[in-house]
């Protein structure tokens, strides 16, 4: 698996794809959990990065995940916007004098975003937020990287690991965002930042299965 600006950015078509189709379902978490417009910020910066898919395509890794980044920062706005723009900001700079990513280092990007989130959102595991669905699939990617299970399993896996870890969140009370200033914090209800986190995850692993 190797992947170029080219193929990352098909991903992120994909994954711009998938969360529209799914815009009415994340809306209905927001609407509760929130301030109902997930789905629209979302949908704004990722259809900025469909926009602009060709022209980063031929970019340098690095470069690409700069210009990534800084559309999400622009294009999202809020704190979506800066946890985002911060993450592919951030693992830009893994990918200084970089070709191409393969699987241990798509891995580093993941870990190396996953950092960023928690470190500018001030964050962590069982907060009810995108991390939640992150961490877990970059813990299980880690895992089974090191035990060298089968590229096919592994990225089965860190799928289920994602989509695990944004239901894990229905039961969690909210410590950041909206949902905290809610008289039961959230619970009972899946966190709409969480669930987009493992669409993309969830797209990329798919994506990269068919390389």
């Given at each position: 698996?190797?992947?170029?600006?080219?193929?990352?950015m098909?991903?992120?078509?994909?994954a711009?794809?998938?969360?529209d189709?799914?815009?009415?379902?994340?809306?209905s978490?927001d609407?509760?959990?929130?301030?109902?417009?997930?789905?629209?910020?979302?949908?704004?910066?990722?259809?900025?990065l469909?926009?602009?898919?060709?022209?980063?395509?031929?970019?340098?890794?690095?470069?690409?995940?700069?210009?990534?980044?800084?559309?999400?920062?622009?294009?999202?706005g809020?704190?979506?916007?800066?946890?985002?723009?911060?993450?592919?900001?951030?693992?830009?700079?893994?990918?200084?004098?970089?070709?191409?990513?393969?699987?241990?280092?798509?891995?580093?990007?993941?870990s190396?975003?996953?950092?960023?989130?928690?470190k500018?959102?001030?964050?962590d595991v069982?907060?009810?937020?995108?991390?939640?669905?992150?961490?877990?699939?970059?813990?299980?990617f880690?895992?089974?990287?090191?035990?060298g299970?089968d590229?096919?399993?592994?990225?089965?896996?860190?799928?289920?690991?994602?989509?695990?870890?944004?239901?894990?969140?229905?039961?969690?009370?909210a410590?950041?965002g909206?949902?905290?200033?809610q008289?039961?914090?959230?619970v009972?209800h899946?966190?709409?930042?969480?669930?987009?986190?493992?669409?993309?995850?969830?797209t990329?692993?798919d994506?990269?299965?068919?390389?």
């Open positions: 698996m190797n992947l170029t600006s080219k193929e990352y098909e991903y992120l078509v994909l711009a794809k998938k969360i189709d799914n815009g009415n379902y994340i809306t978490l609407a509760i959990t929130g301030d109902g417009d997930h789905y629209t910020n979302m949908q704004l910066g990722f259809s900025k469909t926009e602009n898919a060709d022209e980063f395509a031929l970019l340098s890794l690095s470069e690409c995940f700069r210009k990534i980044g800084m559309t999400l920062m622009s294009a999202i809020g704190s979506s916007g800066a946890l985002y723009g911060s993450a592919y900001i951030s693992a830009s700079k893994v990918l200084m004098d970089k070709e191409t990513i393969d699987t241990p280092l798509l891995l580093e990007i993941l190396t975003m996953l950092d960023a989130i928690k500018r959102g001030d964050a069982g907060m009810k937020t995108m991390i939640d669905a992150l961490a877990p699939a970059v813990d299980v880690r895992d089974g990287l090191t035990a299970i590229s096919s399993s592994l990225f089965e896996a860190v799928k289920q690991a994602a989509d695990n870890g944004a239901q894990s969140t229905k039961d969690m009370e410590v950041k909206r949902a905290y200033y008289a039961n914090k959230g009972g899946i966190d709409p930042g969480a669930m987009t986190m493992a669409y993309q995850i969830e990329l692993m994506y990269i299965s068919e390389l």
